[in-house]
């Protein structure tokens, strides 16, 4: 899909340009190209095995591409990445990252550790006055801070991910990347989730919600990306891609849409 070149004049924080991953023997992504801004929280869209889990990994650098004339992924502008500073810019949640948190870990732990870019804490980290009013202030933020020492294996599903975005968050970063962040969570844990990312986008973080649930796109994003076979197939703001043509076309079933509230959702047609 060709790159919208009104676009190439404002900052990005994301450039793919015609990147080919491969995984396992099989290839991903082909030829594929996408600028993500500043300033702009997207949904990056798409059904399963379309391709985003792996723009995730190249995001969070535990894929790369191959290497070839005239393709580049740039992150804040740069095709070479200081993981630790990368940090300072960027979080992530994934559900790979939730996988290796040990379960006796306690959440002021993880949020504590994650200043020194580490699981847990060993005795060479030690956090100072400022790590700990800024865990404090995550924990309130996120509702946490009654389970603060709580262990991670004895959390809910919706307070582990919330804890996981409050881990993300530990240097203020400029922006979130947020792999299914409602994936098998109930309606009460999806919907306290749904209004912390208003707030943090209302805050002025730059969100990127990738997902293949509709009704997970909350209002204030303004963009929608979709995947499909490896490809951007979509790309435009919510009003123009989350139309029942384009989201039939792009999840290959006949679907209706209902809005309310700034939020839509999909229903068999």
Sequence with gaps: MELDPARETETAWL?????????DGHRILEDFSLRLLRGESTAVLGPNGAGKSTLVKLISRTLYPVVKPGSHLRLFGSETVNLWRLRE???????????RIPASLTGRELLLAAFFGA?????????TPEHQ?????LLQTMDLDGLA????GQLSEGQRRRLLIAKALVHAPEVLVLDEPTN?????????????LQELCRQGTTLVMVTHQVDAIIPEIRR?????????????????????SKLSELFKTPL??????GYRQVLPR
Excluded: N, Y
């Excluded at 020492?149 to 991670?152: L, N, R, Y």
């Design 15 to 23: 450039d793919c340009q015609a990147v080919e991953t491969w995984i």
């Design 89 to 99: 810019r960027l979080g992530i949640v994934s559900t790979e990252l939730e996988q």
């Design 119 to 127: 699981i847990g804490l060993g005795r060479d980290r030690t956090p």
């Design 133 to 137: 009013l800024r865990t404090q202030h």
């Design 149 to 152: 020492d709580e262990k991670f």
């Design 184 to 196: 098998a969570l109930d309606l009460r844990a999806r919907h306290k989730l749904l209004r912390i």
């Design 224 to 244: 929608v990306v979709g995947l499909k076979d490896g490809l951007v197939s979509l790309d435009g703001s919510t009003e123009d891609m989350l139309t029942e």
């Design 256 to 261: 209706t849409v209902v809005q309310a509230g």
